[in-house]
C-alpha cells in the first residue's frame, strides 16, 4: 500500500466565532486523485485553505509525509505542494513563460538568477500542459482555457508532490473542461501526483476522482467511491435535490441527471420549442420548459450524452446520433422535420465543431423556411467556434435575419411568452 502523503487530523476551523469546518479527518494516498464535492457554504475551500496552510485550524493539524505543515518553512511546502486558486486572473503583461517561471521561486536564492535547470523544467511544464506553443505570448491575450492551463504549468513547476486545485473548471466552456480535467488525469496517472480538487460538477467529480469526500454543514457527509458517495440519498439529503443515478454508459461511473422540484402544470398548453443543445448543458433548461408547459423537440443529440439522457427521461421526440458520432445529413434532415413543426427553435449556449456543425446548418435551413430562432449567447460564438470560423459567419447570418439573442434564461422566458402571444393573436385571427 502507498504512503500516506497528506493526513488531516480532526481539524476545526471558523471565521469567526460559528466553526466552518468541524473534526474532519481523513488521509490522502500518493497517487490518489481526491474529490471534494458539496453544495455552497458547505466548507469545500476552507478545507483546501487549511491543508495548504492558508488557513490555520482552530483545533487539529494537517500532516505532509508526516510532518506537520506548520512546522515546514514556505519554501520547502511549495517545492512539496502546488495550489491552483479560483481566482487566477493575472493583471500584468508577463508572457506565458514568465508566469511558469514564477513556479521556480521556491529554488532560487534572493540574489540568483534562473539555471538552465530551472528553464529545463519550465519546459517540460509547458510540454505537459500543451501551453509551449504560447510561450511568447502576453498571459493577458489568452482564452480562459489557455489561461488556466498556463497557471496549472506555474504549479508544475514547482516540482509538487501534491497539485490542490480550488473549482478548476469553473466559468469554462464545456470543451474546456475537459481538456482541463483530462489534463490533470493524465498527470494523476503518468507523474503519480497526488491530487485534491474542489469540484461543482457531481458529473465531472464521478468521472475523474477515485475518491470523494462530500461535504454537508462542515462536517464529511460521505467519502468512498464515487459509487459510494454519489447516491440518490446521498445527494436528496446534502443538496435537497431529486436526481436520477444511472451507470454511464462509456465510462462506468454515476451519471447524475437532475430532476425538476414540482410537477409539470397541467393543462397548461403553450408553443412548440426545437431545441438544439448537447453536452449536458440544457438539463436544468429542459426542466424548466416542460414544467412552464412548453412543447419541446430536441435533437440532433448523441445517445448517452446528458441532455439526451434528461430528453429520454422527460419523453421528449428528439434526433438520435450514435455515441461520439458526427451529426450526419440524415440527422440534420431529421432534425429539420422537427423544427418545422415548431414554433420558435432556440439553439443553447454549446459549442460547434466538425461533430454538430449540421446541427447549426439545420438552425439556418429552418430560418430560410421561415422559423423564429432565438440564440442563448451567454458566450459570444467566437468562443465557442471550433470550425475554422463557419460557426461565426452563420450566427451572424442568423441575425441579419432577424434571429434574437438572449444571455440569460429570464431573458428567453420573457422571449417566449412574446412569441406565445403572438402565436395566439394569429391563431384567433
Known sequence: MSEIVVNVLEITCSYAAEPVLKDIQFAIRK????????????????????????????QGSVHLRGINVYSITPRELARQMAVVTQKTDIPFEFTVEEVVLMGRN??????????????????????????????????????????QRVVIARALAQEPRVLLLDEPTSHLDINYQIEIMDLLKDLNTTQNLTIIVVLHDLNLAAQYCDQLILLHQGKIYAAGQPEQVITEKNIMDVYNSRVIIKQHPIYKCPHVTLLAQKQKKAGNSKIKIHLV??????????????????????????????DWEKARFLKIPMVEAPPFSPVTTQNMEKALKLMEDADVIVVANIPFGKGNFNNLLAVQKAQQRGKQVILIDTTPIGG??????KAVEIYRDL???????????????????????????????
Open 399 to 429: 441575425i441579419r435575419n432577424g434571429a434574437k439573442t438572449v444571455k440569460y434564461i429570464d431573458e428567453l422566458f420573457k422571449m417566449l411568452d412574446g412569441v406565445s402571444r403572438s402565436t395566439e393573436l394569429n391563431k384567433e385571427c
Open 31 to 58: 497517487g490518489d486523485f481526491l474529490g471534494i464535492i458539496g453544495p455552497n457554504g458547505s466548507g469545500k475551500s476552507t478545507l483546501l485553505k487549511t491543508i495548504s496552510r492558508v488557513l490555520k485550524p482552530l
Open 277 to 306: 443543445c448537447g453536452g449536458g448543458i440544457a438539463c436544468a433548461l429542459m426542466e424548466m420548459l416542460v414544467y412552464q408547459g412548453y412543447k419541446l423537440s430536441v435533437g440532433t443529440i448523441n445517445v448517452g450524452d446528458g
Open 384 to 389: 465557442k467556434d471550433y470550425t475554422g470560423g
Open 106 to 147: 521556491p529554488y532560487i536564492g534572493r540574489l540568483q538568477r534562473e539555471t538552465a535547470q530551472d528553464y529545463k523544467i519550465v519546459d517540460w511544464a509547458l510540454e505537459v500542459t500543451k501551453t509551449k506553443h504560447l510561450k511568447d505570448r502576453l498571459i493577458t491575450e489568452l482564452s480562459g482555457g489557455e489561461c
